[in-house]
């Protein structure tokens, strides 16, 4: 089964830029969709589609794929963009989805 | 507005069988994939089960063959009946909204949470 790997942590200031990547074999060729999961609250859809922002997340969050790697790219980070962030596709071989392990987003 | 609420989780013992359901309104089940994922403690994301628009199913390798998704359209609810329960399946399952034509999902209950423990 096809296989994500993200970073556990990824640690960074305030207004400064988080990257979180998310690997995995020829994932340029997939579509890689992302969500960020707060404490306590249920993880929300944040990019979808590699690059494509659902209505009410703003533009300093984008997302790039190519190769073998995925990237959400969080601009300007605040204290509340802290949360747990996973990356997830369809595995059209086995018609799953998958997720990644997950990445701790820390504000320092 | 688009809203899914979960319910049905508890305490059951290894072995024991629960069944959890997923109310939706705002959406139609029968018109949509919907998805369950859920999350151990302290872990990550697993996607759980989905069921097509036209009434297929698909299923994670590690529940297939104890657990069996269904809807119910006069009542626009999806359930999740979990049998031979292992300490291993203890999570939050989260029922979703999957998007037909990108796979992602849109739309996320808030989740009900259960614990298989004797």
């Known amino acids: 089964s096809y296989v994500l790997t993200q970073p556990p942590s990824v640690s960074v200031a305030p207004g400064q830029t988080a990257r979180i990547t998310c690997g995995g074999n020829?994932?340029?060729?997939?579509?890689v969709h992302w969500y960020q999961q707060k404490p306590g609250q249920a993880p929300v859809l944040v990019v979808y589609?590699?690059?494509e922002r659902p209505s009410g997340i703003p533009e300093r969050v984008s997302g790039f794929n190519s190769g073998n790697t995925a990237t959400l790219t969080i601009s300007r980070v605040e204290a509340g963009d802290e949360a747990d962030f996973y990356c997830?596709?369809?595995?059209?071989?086995?018609?799953?989805?998958?997720f990644g392990g997950g990445t701790r987003l820390t504000v320092l | 507005d688009e809203q899914l609420v979960e319910s049905g989780g508890g305490l059951v013992q290894p072995g024991g069988s629960l069944r959890l359901s997923c109310a939706a309104s705002?959406?139609?089940?029968?018109?949509?994939?919907m998805s369950w994922v859920r999350q151990a403690p302290g872990k990550g994301l697993e996607w759980v089960s989905l069921?097509?628009?036209?009434?297929?199913?698909q299923y994670a390798d590690s529940v297939k063959g104890r657990f069996t998704i269904s809807r119910d359209n006069s009542d626009n609810t999806v359930s999740l009946q979990m049998d031979s329960l292992r300490p291993e399946d203890t999570a939050v399952y989260y029922c979703?909204?999957?998007?037909?034509?990108?796979?992602?999902?849109?739309?996320w209950g808030k989740g009900t949470t259960v614990t298989v423990s004797s």
């Open positions: 979703a909204r999957d998007h037909a034509l990108g796979h992602y999902m849109d739309v």
């Open positions: 705002g959406l139609t089940v029968r018109n949509n994939y």
């Open positions: 069921i097509y628009s036209g009434g297929d199913t």
């Open positions: 020829n994932i340029g060729e997939r579509s």
């Open positions: 589609d590699d690059n």
């Open positions: 997830q596709l369809w595995d059209s071989t086995t018609d799953h989805r998958v």
